[in-house]
């Protein structure tokens, strides 16, 4: 962190990434005192499977595609396989056969990651966040997957 980039930092990522295939589709942020250097960009579309219920043959829900845009220096949840996990679970817990009548209230929602998957099973949702970043994230991930019940 106390060693300056510039210029031949970036080259020598723009290098690795024209080189090594597996760098290809990889976002680079270096940081340094005072200095933000950005490669590419620091934000991308992370896309998460959020498991269906499978607990009866009567109410089998399939598996929900969601799309949450992430940029860098906002938190996120760092392991998408365990995210998917987490949503999957919420998405069970909070599943009733009279769901559609209950509003949810979310608070501190960050990027929407919980909210924009609870979302089916609630009436209507109201996320609240004290982060600008993290609501205009939320804002772009309601947008995504073109969801109208969340204020």
């Given at each position: 962190?106390?060693?300056?980039?510039?210029?031949?930092?970036?080259?020598?990522?723009?290098?690795?990434?024209?080189?090594e295939d597996v760098f290809r589709d990889v976002r680079f942020v270096g940081r340094s005192k005072g200095v933000k250097?950005?490669?590419?960009?620091?934000?991308?579309?992370?896309?998460?499977?959020?498991?269906?219920?499978?607990s009866s043959s009567s109410s089998k829900s399939p598996p929900q595609t969601r799309h949450y845009k992430q940029t860098e220096g906002a938190?996120?949840?760092?392991?998408?396989?365990?995210?998917?996990?987490?949503?999957?679970?919420?998405?069970?817990?909070?599943?009733?056969?009279?769901s559609q009548t209950h509003d949810l209230c979310e608070?501190?929602?960050?990027?929407g990651c919980f909210t924009i998957a609870l979302a089916q099973n609630f009436r209507k949702?109201?996320?609240?966040?004290?982060s600008k970043s993290s609501v205009a994230l939320e804002n772009k991930n309601v947008a995504l997957d073109n969801l109208t019940s969340i204020w």
């Open positions: 962190y106390n060693r300056a980039i510039g210029d031949e930092w970036i080259d020598a990522i723009t290098s690795l990434m024209e080189t250097l950005v490669v590419v960009a620091d934000t991308l579309v992370e896309t998460l499977v959020i498991p269906g219920d499978e938190f996120t949840q760092p392991n998408a396989k365990v995210c998917q996990k987490m949503l999957g679970w919420a998405v069970d817990a909070t599943r009733s056969s009279n608070l501190y929602c960050g990027n949702v109201v996320a609240t966040e004290i």
